[in-house]
């Protein structure tokens, strides 16, 4: 008898094993051919990503190469080769760079550190690429000695302007204090009152334009800690310069100044002049794609403009107008305006030589927005001004203009530096609803988790020593978790309408200046759902935790009685902790973050409602980390240090404390070993196998980590519900009426007594956990013993 009752075990469990395990292969090969499915659709309307080579990268239908190449796939090279010119010897450099030498001043001189001499790759009259002269610099020179030099009005000029040039060349060691020390030298040669010579001046630009590669955070501090305005000063002096050159131009990777000279031409100036800046192949500007022309009817800007500007002048004896163009706006620190995205910010500036309080010109300008397509829609744009007085954007006398072509266009009745701020939303691609092996896997943990917990609480006074508190409250926080995982985790805003980011969506009587240049649709709810998974998931761990605290007491330290209050200290703990854990953390988000209006993502994401992914460089200020991921882990970890105590001291191996008639099978301890585990949430160790950087591997665990966490619940509810005592008497009840109205109607009275004998046999025929594992079970065999204190502890529960 006792054989048949294992083999039908052995019978059912196969039977069981092998559909779950028949479900989870045909949902995963499913869903790796969808996947794949997929993934074919969407390659064959793209464009290959090798398509760009040598670093290149596909932006708005065309290839945008590094400096050092260009072409239509960035596969012609745009640089000077390794070189060696007087003992100096120089890395590759692209064409319009100045490449600093790999020999560096000594550790005893004041320019310690820094580059011995710079040499220019340029372009040839005919195009072809070559090297220049090498440039010596001075090592017991450095730019705080520069700036003292400079002060002197017999200093000379062309010297220190090849001196800072020098020193500026590696823009990655550029600190606060040496771009406010090269800002104020520059600032002394571009003034007029020194007189520097055009070879100084055009050092100078060189100058600027390497600054403008140092470091957003750089120019920050220096707009934040300058008492004189340097910054302020050098644009100043950079627009007067651009009345200075003639017809000639000056063009740096990351400045442009051209000039338009019209004193030869019949003494009437033209009415109308336009400048205008063609797209690179890169992002750096280049001497063939800025023009001037005079005398033209309006703006006519095509697909290769990135920006087109009209001097509109209404008197006639106009003689100069200069235009200046910045690749960013790093010299224009805005205290109202924060650009988050690395989208380039291009400023314009346009100037004549007539009177300040005479100006009569004005500007027409277009803009072609450059952006990633593909993440970002744009939302909105403002026509500014850089007001120099209160050293911030103004839209005093610009408005915007409605065009059809997809450029954004302004107008302003009067010239100085101007820019477009424009503001993004980014396009988020919001995840699908939750698949049919998430569904049903949280659906069975759901229906689990209910039933367990009122089976616990009904029948609390039948199972006198059963240990329930811990388990109902793990149960409690693991149904919410799950009821709002499934109902809450998607953002409701991938359910709104977004608009295709057409230019022609946005409001153009509204100019008013955007505070930053992403923008998202706050979702209040989004942020509350998010807390509330955060804080259950939470008090899931912790009650995960407090579970192996008092199988450890209970097992292990059988001779010590539980703590005083025991029960009411460890709820304060699975509640509490948690509760102060994400107060705390969403108190100093908001602190830090609460003016913007945009805080909630510094905690959430946009794409679900759960805790903010930390960017690269942000990890140790991240909220998952310091919140969610190093608790979880500590918990994570002492679990399974208690975990593989239990199972050595007490599950495999006999205890000398306890007395047994029977002796327990390898499948009684495996199946107490799983039901330790499941209550200590050893499973959730498979989300750190995730993080693998091999694919396929990491799909493997991808399915194993849901498989295993998705039934937590219907995993507690087959191991503490079904497999009691109590449930098994009630169950077999139900059954057995069930059958007998069965064959009452069905079956010859004959095989009733077989068919009862064998249901009986059958349920009786489930396996109990260890005697010494009694602590999870719901009732009490009378033929096991334990030690009177484990029985005292227990009942004080």
């Not at 069965?742 to 009986?760: A, E, I, Q």
Request: proline share 3%.
């Amino acid at each position: 008898m006792a054989s048949c009752r294992a083999w039908n075990l052995r019978v059912l469990v196969a039977v069981v094993c092998g559909l779950l395990t028949g479900i989870i292969l045909g949902l995963g090969i499913w869903r790796i051919v969808i996947r794949i499915q997929r993934g074919k659709s969407t390659s064959s309307s793209s464009t290959p990503t090798e398509f760009c080579r040598n670093g290149g990268t596909w932006e708005n239908g065309r290839c945008i190469c590094t400096e050092e190449w260009k072409g239509l796939r960035c596969t012609i090279a745009n640089f000077c080769e390794n070189s060696t010119y007087m003992g100096f010897t120089f890395a590759r450099i692209p064409v319009g760079r100045y490449g600093p030498s790999l020999q560096i001043c000594g550790k005893d001189t004041p320019n310690a550190g820094n580059p011995m001499a710079v040499r220019l790759c340029s372009l040839s009259l005919y195009g072809e690429i070559e090297l220049q002269k090498v440039t010596i610099g001075n090592c017991n020179e450095n730019l705080e000695t520069l700036e003292k030099q400079v002060k002197d009005v017999t200093a000379p000029l062309n010297n220190i302007s090849s001196e800072v040039q020098i020193l500026t060349s590696d823009a990655n060691k550029l600190t606060a204090e040496n771009i406010t020390s090269a800002t104020r030298v520059v600032g002394q040669i571009f003034n007029t009152s020194r007189n520097a010579s055009p070879e100084a001046k055009k050092v100078a630009v060189v100058t600027v334009s390497q600054l403008l590669d140092a470091s957003e955070d750089a120019f920050q501090t220096v707009a934040a800690t300058a008492n004189d305005d340097a910054l302020t000063t050098l644009i100043e002096q950079m627009e007067t310069y651009s009345l200075s050159l003639g017809n000639q131009s000056v063009v740096e990777p990351n400045i442009a100044i051209q000039s338009a000279n019209f004193s030869s031409e019949n003494v009437v100036g033209p009415s109308n002049v336009r400048f205008s800046v063609q797209k690179g192949a890169s992002s750096s500007l280049v001497s063939s794609s800025t023009f001037i022309h005079t005398n033209v009817d309006g703006l006519n800007p095509d697909a290769q403009t990135e920006l087109q500007v009209l001097l509109n002048m209404t008197k006639n004896y106009t003689k100069t107008c200069g235009f200046v163009v910045y690749q960013n706006d790093k010299l224009f620190q805005s205290k109202t305006f924060t650009a988050k995205s690395d989208f380039s910010q291009k400023i314009i500036s346009s100037k004549t030589d007539e009177n300040e309080q005479d100006q009569s010109a004005s500007v027409d300008m277009v803009f072609s927005p450059k952006y990633n397509q593909k993440e970002f829609q744009l939302y909105s744009y403002a026509c500014v001004y850089w007001n120099l007085s209160a050293k911030d954007w103004d839209t005093y006398g610009c408005q915007k203009d409605k065009g059809t072509d997809g450029f954004l266009r302004c107008r302003c009745n009067h010239t100085t530096n101007f820019a477009v701020l424009m503001t993004f939303k980014k396009d988020y691609q919001y995840p699908k609803s939750l698949d049919i092996l998430s569904n049903v896997g949280c659906a069975l943990s759901i229906t689990g988790l209910a039933l367990t917990v009122i089976f616990q609480i009904v029948t609390r006074k039948v199972r006198k020593t059963s240990v329930t508190w811990v388990l109902v409250n793990l149960c409690i926080s693991m149904l919410i978790f799950n009821l709002l995982f499934v109902f809450g985790i998607e953002n409701s805003n991938k359910n709104l309408q977004t608009s295709d980011g057409d230019i022609n969506n946005i409001d153009f009587d509204n100019n008013d200046i955007p505070r930053t240049d992403t923008i998202n649709i706050p979702n209040p709810m989004c942020t509350a759902i998010a807390a509330l998974l955060h804080y259950f998931l939470l008090v899931t761990f912790t009650w995960n935790a407090l579970s192996a605290a008092q199988l450890y007491y209970l097992l292990i330290r059988t001779m010590k009685p539980l703590p005083r209050h025991f029960i009411l200290f460890i709820s304060l703990i699975g509640w509490g902790v948690p509760a102060i854990v994400v107060a705390i953390t969403v108190g100093v988000i908001y602190s830090q973050n609460g003016n913007n209006p945009q805080w909630e993502l510094d905690y959430r994401q946009e794409k679900i409602c759960w805790l903010a992914i930390p960017e690269p460089n942000g990890v140790i200020k991240s909220p998952l980390l310091w919140s969610f991921i190093v608790p979880v882990t500590i918990i994570l970890i002492s679990n399974v240090v208690i975990f593989i105590t239990i199972s050595i001291k007490v599950l495999w191996k006999n205890n000398q404390n306890l007395t047994s008639t029977k002796k327990v099978s390898s499948m009684k301890k495996i199946v107490s070993t799983l039901s330790v585990a499941v209550v200590f949430g050893i499973t959730w160790i498979l989300a750190y196998l995730m993080l693998v950087n091999d694919d396929s591997i990491r799909i493997v665990f991808s399915y194993i980590f849901c498989l295993f966490n998705t039934t937590q619940g219907l995993q507690i509810f087959i191991l503490y519900t079904v497999r009691t005592k109590i449930f098994q008497s009630e169950a077999s009840k139900v059954l057995m009426s069930l059958s007998s109205i069965g064959r009452r109607k069905s079956l010859p009275s004959v095989t009733r007594p077989r068919l009862r004998v064998k249901m009986y046999n059958f349920l009786r025929s489930l396996p109990t956990l260890h005697e010494r594992f009694r602590l999870l079970e719901t009732s009490l065999s009378t033929e096991e013993i334990t030690l009177s204190e484990s029985d005292n502890a227990k009942e004080s529960i």
